[in-house]
């Protein structure tokens, strides 16, 4: 088994490590760094779970290995949050309700950040064509693509609806009075 030194940055931090040449750059940030956002969906590069951001590009983690990883200035989900408040593709995703189990999420908004910093107005076309790596197996990938929408705009600096969802039994409609609401067997 041989190891190489290697050094990067990884969200804003240097780190030094000495790694087996066949570690994978997921694994490392995952096992070496406790950097678990970067998930592991199916060590074929099909999914883009383990998305993230060298170099200014997305790319799958699991085909890197993390000493070709050696100098390269890496942001992971972790690294998008400042000061305690969430990356505009991080709240879109919550507000817009881009996710259902979250196993998918981290390496969705990864290829979002990738795709806003190339193109800050993209089209739903443009949208859908850089998540092509992505798999979500719960969304139906509408509220993804809403969700990267409404980062866009909130990145542009455009406005946004202050109170744009309602609590759950403001949207119910009114009691139906009737034949109508009389329950069938």
């Known amino acids: 088994m041989s190891t190489h030194s290697i050094s ?9 490590s000495e790694v087996d040449d066949r570690t994978l750059l997921v694994h490392y940030l995952r096992d070496h760094l406790g950097l678990t956002g970067t998930h592991i969906g199916c060590d074929t590069s099909q999914c883009g779970a ?8 997305a790319v799958k983690s699991c085909t890197v290995f993390a000493v070709q990883a050696n100098g390269a200035e890496i942001t ?3 690294g998008l949050a400042k000061d305690g408040q969430l990356h ?4 879109g995703f919550w507000e817009e309700h881009g996710l259902q189990c979250g196993f998918c999420t981290p390496g969705m908004i ?4 990738d795709l806003l910093q190339h193109n800050p107005d993209p089209s739903e ?14 969304t139906g990938y ?5 969700a ?20 759950e039994d403001q949207h119910r409609p009114a009691a139906v009075e009737g034949p109508e609401a009389v329950p069938t067997s």
């Open 8 to 16: 990067l940055t990884v969200n804003g931090r240097k780190y030094q």
């Open 142 to 146: 509408q509220n993804i693509v809403k």
């Open 50 to 57: 383990c998305t993230i951001v060298m170099n200014g590009q």
């Open 76 to 78: 992971t989900i972790e």
């Open 88 to 91: 505009p593709i991080q709240e």
């Open 125 to 138: 076309m443009e949208i859908r064509e850089a998540l092509e790596g992505n798999l979500c197996r719960c």
């Open 148 to 167: 990267i929408r409404y980062a866009a705009r909130k990145m542009r600096g455009e406005s946004l609806p202050e109170e744009k969802y309602m609590p």
């Open 110 to 113: 990864m290829s979002a950040y």
